[in-house]
């Protein structure tokens, strides 16, 4: 088998954390990273690096959900992206109608195709408030769904579920991980706006670890 696991890579913090967690456990995933219609591809640059970095093999995939979806901040053609911290009601504005359960779905069909078992992404506690594609529940379901769909089993795995974004921050330092080759910002202008969602969330989880972000 060429690769044992699938996982998707978006470029920014949690899915880049995680692959440098999974070669320190000696597993050596094939890297997936979708283009799915976000205003900017800064992410997508930031997961080439990486994986160039890593010497792993990594695979872009064009899925332009902006042509199918309108509702989402995030979209190219959406509204403009609010700032403010994700328990504000208006981060729900940013969420892709169902979008881990589509990469998820791709990124099964993908290890089907390859004869791989398990599919990693970097879901976790801190986004679970305003994304439900984050949650225990929905992880379990969308891995019994892949389980029951495929020939090879293919299981969803999210070890950082229960961990804080603060958590991952802190295992990011204990491995090396370059935070300057991860993007969090969602409107990717030639440096992190510093208001949106996931930038708060990203400012409080390295003031919380109390370690300096290389990545702003």
Request: aromatic share 6%; proline share 5%.
């Given at each position: 088998m060429e690769h044992e696991a699938i996982?998707?890579?978006?470029?920014?913090?949690?899915?880049?954390?995680?692959l440098?967690?999974?070669?320190?456990?000696?597993?050596?995933?094939?890297?997936?990273?979708?283009?799915?219609g976000q205003k900017h591809d800064t992410e997508v640059t930031m997961a080439r690096r990486t994986a160039a970095a890593c010497s792993i093999s990594h695979r872009v995939v064009d899925l332009p959900l902006d042509t199918i979806f309108s509702s989402s901040t995030l979209l190219k053609g959406g509204?403009?992206?609010p700032d403010g911290h994700y328990s504000d009601e208006t981060q729900r504005s940013t969420v892709v109608p169902n979008r881990n359960l589509i990469l998820l779905a791709l990124a099964a069909g993908i290890a089907e195709?390859?004869?791989c078992s398990d599919v990693y992404y970097g879901a976790h506690a801190t986004d679970r408030a305003i994304y439900p594609d984050c949650r225990p529940a929905?992880?379990?379901?969308?891995?019994?769904?892949?389980?029951?769909?495929?020939?090879?089993?293919v299981r969803v795995r999210a070890p950082f579920q229960d961990?804080?974004?603060?958590?991952?921050?802190?295992?990011g330092a204990r491995l090396?991980?370059?935070?300057?080759?991860?993007?969090?910002?969602?409107k990717g202008g030639p440096t992190p706006c510093g208001t949106?969602?996931?930038?708060?969330?990203?400012?409080?989880?390295?003031?919380?670890?109390g370690i300096k972000d290389t990545g702003v």
């Amino acid at each position: 088998m060429e690769h044992e696991a699938i996982l998707i890579l978006s470029g920014g913090l949690d899915s880049t954390v995680l692959l440098y967690h999974l070669l320190e456990k000696g597993v050596r995933p094939l890297a997936v990273t979708m283009r799915y219609g976000q205003k900017h591809d800064t992410e997508v640059t930031m997961a080439r690096r990486t994986a160039a970095a890593c010497s792993i093999s990594h695979r872009v995939v064009d899925l332009p959900l902006d042509t199918i979806f309108s509702s989402s901040t995030l979209l190219k053609g959406g509204a403009t992206i609010p700032d403010g911290h994700y328990s504000d009601e208006t981060q729900r504005s940013t969420v892709v109608p169902n979008r881990n359960l589509i990469l998820l779905a791709l990124a099964a069909g993908i290890a089907e195709d390859r004869g791989c078992s398990d599919v990693y992404y970097g879901a976790h506690a801190t986004d679970r408030a305003i994304y439900p594609d984050c949650r225990p529940a929905f992880i379990r379901a969308a891995s019994a769904a892949c389980e029951e769909g495929t020939y090879h089993r293919v299981r969803v795995r999210a070890p950082f579920q229960d961990w804080s974004k603060t958590d991952i921050v802190r295992e990011g330092a204990r491995l090396g991980v370059p935070f300057e080759n991860t993007w969090s910002c969602y409107k990717g202008g030639p440096t992190p706006c510093g208001t949106c969602g996931t930038c708060v969330e990203r400012r409080e989880a390295f003031c919380k670890a109390g370690i300096k972000d290389t990545g702003v």
